[in-house]
């Protein structure tokens, strides 16, 4: 496992956060990249990836289309998993948690702090819609810019969704198969941490 780390003391969002700063140096791009794992109340499951933008007492959050597969999934059932594989370290982190909503002036803070294209290519998209051709996005994102010179407003459905860590589990990769795996899971009185057959 890290060096630096106290396993016995550390928090896991603190080991969290260290693992993801040493991806960032080894990944090639998209350190902060997890599959999401979604199901319908009847227990079909999804996945996909999306980019984690901020963690914090709330969980692993992340902005997406609430008009989506997974945004009308996660409506129906507001629990989810999140998986990140740093291949370059032979690491991966498994959270699984209930999932809450942004507040709306963080969604609007973060949705404006992106680049132009990209708000007019989020405020277009009908995410997961079928879509005729390529040359009708363009299209839209064109006539949305001519509309909105200044400021792109925000779509509603544009949203921030957090993953709350309620169980988050470390797996490091290690000689004959004999990995490392921890894990943490929030309990009243704060962390119990397990260790787990690889
Ligand atoms: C590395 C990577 C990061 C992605 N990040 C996001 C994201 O943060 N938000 C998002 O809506 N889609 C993201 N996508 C696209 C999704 O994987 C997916 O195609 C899209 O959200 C539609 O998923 P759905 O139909 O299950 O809702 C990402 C794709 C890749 C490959």
């Known amino acids: 496992m890290s060096e630096e780390l106290d396993w016995d003391t550390a ?3 603190e080991i969290f956060r260290l693992w ?3 991806a960032e140096t080894a990944e090639p791009n998209d350190a902060n990249a997890a599959a999401l794992a979604t199901s319908t109340p009847h227990g079909v499951p999804s996945v ?9 007492q ?4 992340f902005f997406t289309n609430a008009e989506s597969k997974k945004g009308l999934e996660l409506a129906a059932n507001p629990v989810a998993a999140l998986c990140f594989h740093w291949k370059s370290l032979r690491r991966q982190v498994r959270v699984e948690g209930r999932v809450s909503e942004l507040e709306n002036s963080e969604v609007d803070a973060y949705f ?3 680049s132009r294209g990209s708000q007019l290519g989020a405020a277009v998209s009908r995410q997961s819609r079928p879509l ?12 949305f ?3 909105h010179p200044g400021e792109v407003p925000r779509p509603e459905y544009w949203r921030g969704y ?3 860590g309620d169980r988050i589990e470390f797996w490091k990769d290690g000689a004959d198969r004999l990995h490392d795996r921890f894990l943490f899971e929030s309990s009243a009185g704060g962390w119990t941490k397990t260790r787990l057959y690889p």
């Open 112 to 114: 404006h702090s992106r």
């Open 145 to 147: 810019g001519k509309e």
């Open 58 to 61: 709330r969980g692993f959050c």
């Open 48 to 56: 996909r990836m999306v980019l984690v933008k901020r963690i914090d």
């Open 11 to 13: 928090d896991p969002l």
């Open 20 to 22: 993801l700063s040493e």
């Open 162 to 164: 957090c993953v709350g």
């Open 132 to 143: 005729a051709n390529r040359e009708s996005l363009v299209e839209q994102v064109q006539n």
